[in-house]
């Protein structure tokens, strides 16, 4: 009965953010705001869920960005206590919305935080080249070079070894150095490898492989295979560590993902067919909102501001 219980809640909840959401967004009719009502006055616990998401979205404007990666310190300021007490539904809301804690920064050896970038010497000689809000933890043994990518992007430049490979594991997925340079790109849903000198092989979770050759890129899903080889745009892959973001066709679901590395806080996209949508262009990192700014220019895209940290996008 507890799983039935917390199926209900988390309905609740979400039900609860779509008219947060609504109301908020300006467009709201009359009949939206009605409908609303009706919706609160059929059972107490919809009006309970809606006023926490209203607690929330203030506390988190007054505590600043969510996303700051640093680990507690002795007398760093606490949650409100209105926070505290949101509890669970606040935890929920906040899933709803894309809102993950940073458990990279806890697990990792090394990490960027948001907009913060880090080239790590290994102890085998080769680097690692973090892009912002990225972990990487190691394993490195008599026999074997193992990283795992637990988020983010990383440019790998390895030192040979023909005695213990070079791994990246990311997404369930592998990437053994058959070469040197290489970078692994892991967007929310998937596994982007381009390889910058020599080769490497690809392992997807499914345990479909391909060898992924100079000047190729593949990519594979959660629990998917390997993609059709494709000619990479090296330029683009790489802008990053120049400053700047290309995007050349993206789907707005990745350009979103990257995006975020770099702007303080979180842009959501709360429509599935958005995700799908595809823009061109090149930005400064040092100026993501400009990436924001185009998205709601160049598409049918409506901007929600929960807070000044917390972006919705919607279908306009």
Do not use: C
């Not at 085998?124 to 990225?134: C, E, K, N, Q, V």
């Not at 790998?156 to 990246?168: H, L």
């Not at 995007?247 to 067919?273: E, H, T, W």
């Not at 823009?279 to 807070?307: C, E, K, M, Q, Y």
Request: proline share 3%.
């Amino acid at each position: 009965m507890t799983g039935r219980k917390d199926q209900i809640s988390e309905s609740i909840d979400d039900e609860a953010l779509r008219w947060f959401v609504l109301l908020h967004s300006g467009h709201a009719t009359d009949h939206d705001r009605a409908e609303h009502a009706k919706w609160i006055s059929v059972d107490a616990s919809h009006l309970q869920a809606y006023m926490r998401l209203g607690s929330i979205w203030s506390d988190m404007d007054a505590l600043g960005d969510p996303r700051k990666r640093n680990r507690p310190m002795a007398g760093r300021p606490r949650l409100s206590r209105r926070a505290i007490l949101a509890g669970g539904a606040s935890a929920a809301a906040l899933g709803i919305v894309g809102y993950q804690l940073p458990l990279g920064a806890w697990l990792s050896d090394y990490s960027t935080g948001t907009g913060e970038q880090k080239t790590v010497q290994l102890a085998d000689g080769s680097t690692a080249s973090l892009d912002a809000d990225t972990s990487i933890s190691l394993d490195f043994t008599d026999r074997q070079r193992s990283i795992r990518l637990i988020r983010g992007r990383a440019y790998f430049d390895v030192a040979k070894d023909s005695s213990r490979p070079f791994v990246v594991h990311a997404k369930d997925g592998r990437t053994t150095a058959l070469g040197t340079r290489f970078l692994v790109h892991q967007w929310d849903d998937s596994v982007t490898v381009s390889v910058e000198e020599s080769a490497v092989a690809v392992v997807a979770p499914d345990r479909s492989q391909a060898v992924v050759h100079q000047g190729q890129d593949i990519s594979y899903a959660l629990g998917g295979g390997v993609s059709a080889l494709e000619t990479a745009d090296l330029d683009a892959d790489t802008a990053w560590r120049r400053g700047k973001l290309i995007f050349q066709n993206r789907p707005l679901g990745q350009v979103v993902s990257d995006v975020n590395r770099y702007r303080s806080g979180m842009i959501r996209i709360m429509d599935a067919k958005l995700r799908t949508m595809r823009i061109s262009g090149i930005f400064d990192i040092n100026h993501p909102d400009g990436v924001l700014d185009a998205i709601t220019s160049a598409l049918p895209v409506r901007p929600v501001r929960l807070t000044k940290y917390v972006v919705l996008l919607l279908a306009a």
